[in-house]
């Protein structure tokens, strides 16, 4: 009972630590007159990273490699299953969106080439290195592109953080805080989440692919699920295309960069391979602009739940 609370408690800690620094580096980059655009496709981006990036971090010192791997391929998954899933249960999910056909390349590349790596063997500081220079160069590309389309396309990432601190040692607080916060919550989930593995008699990889999985995309989760219940819009599409690259390019390239991560057998012979195909899944409704209805969304929350059974 014990661990289980300790997850929890590191989990809403996560949350709300991740979410102060968000607001805390954005109002401060606000303060400093930073270009809006870079500190949408930048700071609002890794700062919404920054649990994921945290709890395999810890996870890679605490040497339960399983809950590092597992916590990206299991959110990858997540986020086309769940996140993409459970609002089409309350609004069709549009899979519509301009200017995301390089984005789609990039996320299958990206997942291909971990793929490769993972095949391979453990993720050593050269696979960190190369999926660190991927994502450096996505984001490059994406601000070229943005800045070629004009001031008008510039995505207002106020829409993803609200409430910016105004007096600068809120803003202060606020980043201190989300920086103190972070490690503390990855703490309690890797400590908690290790716990409840040896206590159910399931391997690390098993609670990394799926309970510190989907505690992680919580956020994300939260957010498309109540824009659907506003009807305001269900996930744009391209959030999760974003996040999918951000979990593989910046989460395990900087992990692997600081140490390397073990390749549990069960994640090269099944899951990356689940990883791959939804994916793949999301390629197909984005190029054939299929939009996810009450029945689609069913289905991929079946498909998600029997995928969570399969890995116990």
């Keep these: 009972m014990l661990s289980i609370l ?9 949350v709300f630590a991740g979410d ?4 805390g580096a954005v109002g401060l980059a606000e303060k400093l007159s930073i270009d809006p655009l870079i500190i949408g496709l930048t700071i609002v981006a890794f700062g919404t990273s920054a649990p994921e990036l945290f709890v395999s971090l810890q996870a890679a010192f605490d040497g339960v490699s399983g809950i590092a ?3 990206v391929v299991g959110s990858n998954i997540a986020n086309v299953l769940l996140v993409l899933g459970a609002p089409a249960m309350l609004m069709s999910v549009n ?3 301009s200017g995301i056909g390089t984005s789609l390349a990039v996320m299958i590349g990206i997942t291909l080439t971990l793929m490769v790596m993972m095949w391979l063997g453990p993720l ?17 590309w994406q601000i070229k592109a943005a800045r070629q389309c004009g001031a008008g396309n510039v995505p207002d990432y106020h829409d993803e953080v609200a409430d910016l601190p105004q007096q600068t040692w809120k803003t202060t607080a606020f980043i201190i805080g989300g920086l103190i916060g972070l490690p503390i919550g990855a703490w309690l989930t890797v400590d908690g989440a290790s716990h409840i593995a040896r206590m159910l008699g399931a391997s690390e990889t098993a609670i990394g692919l799926t309970i510190v999985a989907i505690g992680t995309s919580l956020p994300e989760l939260v957010t498309s699920v109540m824009a659907a219940w506003r009807k305001s819009g269900a996930v744009a599409i391209g959030n999760v295309v974003g996040s999918n690259i951000f979990n593989i390019g910046l989460i395990l390239g900087g992990t692997s960069v600081i140490l390397p991560i073990d390749v549990d057998p069960r994640i090269v012979s099944i899951d990356m391979w689940v990883m791959l195909a939804v994916s793949l899944l999301v390629v197909a409704l984005a190029h054939w602009n299929v939009p996810i209805k009450k029945l689609g969304g069913m289905a991929m929350l079946l498909i998600f739940a029997a995928y969570i059974l399969s890995v116990f």
């Design 20 to 23: 102060y620094l968000v607001r």
């Design 69 to 71: 791997l597992g916590n």
């Design 124 to 140: 050593g500081r050269l696979d960190g290195a190369i999926l660190l220079v991927m994502m450096g160069a996505y984001l490059a």
């Design 95 to 97: 899979c519509r969106e």
């Design 6 to 14: 300790t997850l929890i408690a590191g989990l809403v800690v996560l």
